[in-house]
Structures are given as C-alpha cells and as structure tokens.
Nanobody, 122 residues
C-alpha cells in the first residue's frame, strides 16, 4: 500500500491543522492505521492509532484531548485533527499502516508515507 500524507504547514500556537493520509494500492479496511511524528535528531514517536477491528482509537499522552484520529474506509483515508497546537508539536508527521495489530514501535509497521511537516510558532 502507498501512503500520501498532506495538510501540514505553519500555524500559531493554539491553532489547528488537519492532516490527511490517502492510501492507494489496497484498501485500509483491514489495516491498523497510525500516525507517528519525528523531531530532527530524535526517534519517531507514536501519536495516534485507529484499529480496523472495532474502530478503537489510541493516543499518546501528550496529545490526548487535543488530537482526534479518524478513518474513512470508503475513501481509503485517515485523518488527524490537531487542535490547541503547541510548539512542542512541531515535527514531521508520518502516516503508517500495519497488517496485524497496532503498536507504538515504528519498527513494527509495514508501510510508511513520506511525511508532512507541521510547524507551530509560539
């Protein structure tokens, strides 16, 4: 599956952005979809995940209550609504997919998109 992330940009602290991930090559209906983010020089961190089975969602503590992950299986897309953004949210955001189960470890994922830059100014 190919993943294309979009929607990044520059926003002031307190603002909002909506990232979108478009999948092609196969349906995401049976895939667990996750967003990671990475600051230069640091490891990739788990942000949020949506499971194909049961529709469960999971969030990293720093984004709970501010970010919302959603999926549209008919459109083959996964979105990340980011509200109340903080300078600490500045990173490259990656959309990733896994065939079996979700994980907070980047190494466990089968498919990666190219990333989209989010910059939050103070």
């Amino acid at each position: 599956v190919q993943l294309q992330a979009s929607g990044g940009g520059l926003v002031q602290a307190g603002g909002s952005l909506r990232l979108s991930c478009a999948a092609s090559g196969r349906t995401i209906r049976r895939l667990d979809m996750t967003w990671f983010r990475q600051i230069p020089g640091k490891e990739r961190d788990f942000v949020a995940a949506t499971r194909w089975s049961g529709g469960h969602t999971y969030y990293a503590d720093p984004v709970k209550g501010r970010f919302i992950i959603s999926r549209d299986n008919a459109k083959n897309t996964v979105d990340l609504q980011m509200n109340s953004l903080e300078p600490e949210d500045t990173a490259v955001y990656y959309c990733v997919a896994r065939v079996e189960g979700w994980s907070i470890r980047p190494i466990d994922y089968d498919y990666w998109g190219q990333g989209t830059q989010v910059t939050v100014s103070s």
